[in-house]
């Protein structure tokens, strides 16, 4: 997580938009445009396929909460590796996934068996999208 300091205050000298949390600070703002803490699924991730064209779970993540809410069904008419509804499942959200490869299908059903053992997205941690290799991040692991 990148340490932000808040320009804005208040007429009693407090930051605006901060909530203090037992968890710490945080600014209360609308995801940026620009996401730079995104990567591509490596070899040694858990959620890492044979897909072509994967797509990480954090930047789904980031899609879903910002569209949806928990309960809310989540539809993928090209569910490829299985990512959307994977994401959707540890979210707490229904989902609905259609391919036109079996084999697709059958790499999704998998990762959706898996998904519900491990519930786990990288760098997603207790409703917070900390960036790759942070203290928090590697925090949540010990």
Known sequence: MRRVIAPYVDDSGKPKDWESTGRGRYRATHPSNIWTDLTVPFWSMPENTDHPTQKPEKLIAKIILA???????VFDPYVGSGTTSVVAKKLGRHYIG??????????????LERATLDKNIQGYTRGVFWERNTLAEQSKRS
């Open 67 to 73: 569209s949806s809410n928990p309960g809310d069904v």
């Open 98 to 111: 259609i391919d036109i490869d079996r084999e697709f299908c059958c790499l999704a059903e998998k990762r």
